[in-house]
């Protein structure tokens, strides 16, 4: 299931779990906030279009965080003219972890931590193609599996060790 949420004068296409960065809110990390403001509901093969905001139909996310994103510097400057002026902007966000989705008061979809858990076990466990790998992503891989390899060997020698560690 997902939602399109609008906030801070922007859209977002949500679903449960998700976290997104929106313009700044005033609310306390940790807390929990409802964003009511919902332009589209979708998933399990229907959809619900608002005019503009679909009735009875809200968000709800967990405030991660209260930040201020990276700077960007502005530089104004007019040639032959000896004009020259720097200036810095770090805009303020807030991050939400997406808990749930409800429709009329009552929770349609909420965070399902086993299913994840469960994918992710899945393609642990499925074949892995290391010829197409490059030599930072075997080393990656080795190192997540536990295979200790050494960085100078070739290519062709991680994957001869790869493939010995794990039989």
């Known amino acids: 299931m997902y939602a399109v949420v609008v906030t801070g004068g922007k859209q977002y296409r949500v679903c449960p779990g998700d976290q ?4 700044k809110l005033n609310a306390e990390a940790g807390s929990t906030v409802c ?15 608002g005019a503009p905001y679909v009735a009875g139909a809200a968000v709800e996310a967990e405030v991660v965080e209260n930040g201020k994103a990276d700077k960007v510097i502005i530089f104004k400057y ?3 003219k000896d004009y020259r002026k720097k200036q810095g902007h770090r805009q303020p966000y807030t991050e939400l972890k997406i808990n749930g989705i409800s429709m009329n008061g ?6 399902e931590e086993a299913p994840k858990a469960e994918a992710e076990a899945a393609v642990a466990e499925a074949p892995v193609d290391l010829k197409a790998m490059k030599k930072a992503e075997l080393a990656e891989f080795a190192a997540a599996k536990g295979i200790e390899v050494d ?15 794990l039989k």
């Open 35 to 49: 964003l009511d403001k919902v332009l589209v509901v979708g998933g399990e093969g229907e959809t619900m279009v």
């Open 78 to 80: 007019k040639a032959k």
């Open 151 to 165: 960085s100078k060997l070739k290519k062709e020698e991680m994957i001869a060790a790869i493939e010995a560690a």
């Open 20 to 23: 997104i960065r929106v313009e």
């Open 106 to 111: 009552e929770m349609k979809s909420k965070v």
